[in-house]
């Protein structure tokens, strides 16, 4: 007998991304189109993170909603729920209680020097709460269920995803190998949109300038008014470059969506000006989005269809977590019941 029988294992990936209302062009290059790629290759396991969407103040009509369009919109980007677990993290109780557990397995002084906290408990004050502080415990409660090898993340994720793996290695360290320690999985392509008004900060939803982030279902008008406006730079040479960050972005997000090469798109620009450049980004981004805004309509107008699907997602997402978190239990030496 030999061994051809025998096909390698694929490797285990999980990412989620919280349900916001808008998911930006951001998003999609820097993330969701990343996860519909890694689908034929990995194992991938998938989740709208609406428990760590909690810890802003939601309204409850709006953000029920923000959760099933965030289902929907995935499953449009191409999350295919034949080849992928995808389901909505709520759902899945696992998660809540292992996050427990790796609150007392995680420092104070470490969940203290995150950077997202002290930024986000910055920007919301007024409402500085528990959940905001241990968000990465929960984070690492989501990726280390699954036993993920492989977690796609944005860059600025990086330091939540290190604080995932020195719980994981403390945790195996005092019982014995209980959880997999996972790598973060960078993309090399598009890994940051930035702002189409300020290209030094990251394009984010949250901005109060509505013309530097471009929604995935916005409108092809105004998704081409918002190119039209984006800030460049005054050398009039479209060419990647130092201090030239609007282009810069402009070249990536136009790379991202046609999949040239920035030499093919500075080639493709020579002597041509600025306008024309942001004109043709415009229509690409437009190509780009109008199956995917095709398609979520489609998906939003049928909530039996999405119904069973994220049904379908957590019972698999359960069955699979209820082992990693019964093994950890366990150890710490809990009863069974
Ligand atoms: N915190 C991530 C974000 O805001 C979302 C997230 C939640 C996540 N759980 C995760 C990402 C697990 C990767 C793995 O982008």
Redesign the pocket.
């Known amino acids: 007998m030999n061994n051809n029988t025998v096909t390698e294992k694929k490797k285990r990936i999980?990412?989620?991304?919280?349900p916001s209302g808008t998911i930006t062009l951001g998003n999609y290059i820097g993330?969701l189109q990343n996860w519909v790629k890694l689908q034929d290759d990995h194992e991938c396991i998938y989740?709208v993170?609406d428990l760590?969407a909690i810890t802003v103040r939601q309204d409850p009509k709006a953000f029920r909603q923000n959760i099933l369009n965030a289902y929907a919109l995935f499953l449009a980007c191409g999350v295919d729920t034949e080849k992928s677990i995808f389901f909505i993290?709520s759902h899945v109780h696992t998660h809540a209680e292992l996050a427990w557990i790796l609150n007392c397995y995680t420092q104070f002084g470490e969940l203290s020097r995150m950077t997202?906290f002290k930024d986000k408990s910055a920007k919301h004050a007024d409402n500085v709460n528990a959940g905001l502080f241990t968000?990465?415990s929960?984070?690492a409660a989501?990726?280390l269920l699954y036993q993920?090898d492989l977690?796609?993340?944005?860059a600025?994720?990086k330091q939540?995803?290190e604080l995932?793996r020195n719980i994981a290695e403390r945790f195996n360290g005092i019982y014995g190998n209980t959880f997999r320690v996972p790598e973060g999985y960078i993309p090399q392509v598009g890994a940051r949109v930035m702002s189409l008004q300020d290209p030094k900060k990251k394009m984010s939803k949250s901005d109060e300038n509505v013309n530097a982030w471009v929604g995935i279902t916005d409108s092809p008008e105004t998704i081409m008014k918002k190119f039209k406006r984006a800030v460049t730079d005054s050398e009039a040479r479209v060419c990647v470059g130092e201090g030239k960050d609007g282009i810069n972005n402009l070249i990536g997000i136009m790379s991202a969506v046609t999949g040239k090469t920035n030499d093919e798109i500075t080639a493709e620009f020579e002597g041509k000006g600025y306008g024309d450049f942001k004109t043709k980004v415009g229509e690409a981004v437009v190509e780009k989005l109008r199956p995917i805004r095709e398609s979520f309509e489609k998906y939003v107008a049928d909530k039996a269809y999405l119904e069973e699907q994220y049904r379908k997602g957590a019972e698999i997402a359960e069955k699979i977590s209820i082992r990693t978190l019964d093994k950890a239990k366990k150890k710490i030496g809990y009863l069974p019941r």
């Open positions: 999980f990412s989620a991304i919280q993330a989740a993170a760590h993290q997202q968000y990465p929960l984070m989501d990726i993920a977690v796609p993340i944005g600025d994720q939540h995803l995932t």
